[in-house]
């Protein structure tokens, strides 16, 4: 059983549509993160937030909108989205401060018609 | 330059053998170092952590070459169960800012 949730699991969406990704965790960590992974390529960091705070932003395009309303909880609004943002998405979180891991949720696979 | 680097295989290695996967990262102030493992259509889980010294874990081995900027995982007595994709993880620069850095992982399929 996994510290970090994400739902949905799956989800297919068309280009029009809006949606949210989910993530809680229940590991009273101080930092959660959005990687996306595309097939045959590494996980990309997309968004970091410590302390609820974003710190940082990895070049992401504003069709993805992140959301933390406190240190458990992460969101991913996604609005018209393209074919190409169909991935896995990986939400995870770690504790700041020292040689610490990373736990990851099982991901939400999003396809984009 | 890619920021970390992995031969992504496929490593076909049959059962019993000892693979080894090696790890190049660019930026020389990089404090913490990890391989992770990934599954088929599952999420990544830490495998272990590497430190300074170099650490063993039962059949697996982590070493650091601060000199030479990389990392290994030495993989000994090879079971079925270590097929995966194992993903070398950096956090960059000093301290730590929360911010992993993985590789595109190595693909190891352990054959009967």
């Known amino acids: 059983e996994t510290g970090v949730t994400q739902t949905p699991r799956h989800l297919v969406m068309g280009m029009t549509n809006k949606k949210s990704l989910k993530c809680e965790q229940h590991?009273?960590?101080?930092?959660m993160y959005w990687y996306k992974q595309s097939a045959k390529k590494p996980l990309e960091l997309m968004f970091v937030?410590?302390?609820?705070?974003?710190?940082e932003n990895n070049s992401v395009p504003s069709r993805f909108s992140p959301e933390c309303p406190n240190s458990s909880h992460l969101f991913l609004h996604l609005h018209t989205l393209q074919p190409e943002d169909s991935a896995l998405y990986l939400c995870a979180s770690s504790q700041l401060f020292g040689h610490t891991e990373a736990f990851f949720g099982q991901g939400t696979r999003l396809t984009v018609v | 330059r890619k920021e970390v680097e992995q031969d992504p295989g496929p490593f076909n290695v049959p059962e019993g053998a000892t693979v080894a996967f090696n790890c190049t990262y660019s930026n020389s102030a990089s404090q913490s170092f990890f391989w992770y493992r990934q599954d088929c259509r599952k999420e990544p889980k830490l495998l272990m952590s590497v430190y300074s010294s170099g650490n063993e874990d039962g059949r697996f081995t982590a070493q650091l070459n601060r000199a030479s900027q990389y990392i290994s995982l030495l993989i000994r007595d090879s079971k079925l169960s270590d097929s995966a994709t194992y993903l070398c993880v950096v956090i960059p620069g000093s301290g730590n800012t929360g911010k992993l850095i993985f590789g595109q992982g190595t693909t190891l399929q352990v054959k009967p």
């Open positions: 937030y410590n302390f609820k705070e974003q710190t």
């Open positions: 590991l009273g960590h101080n930092a």
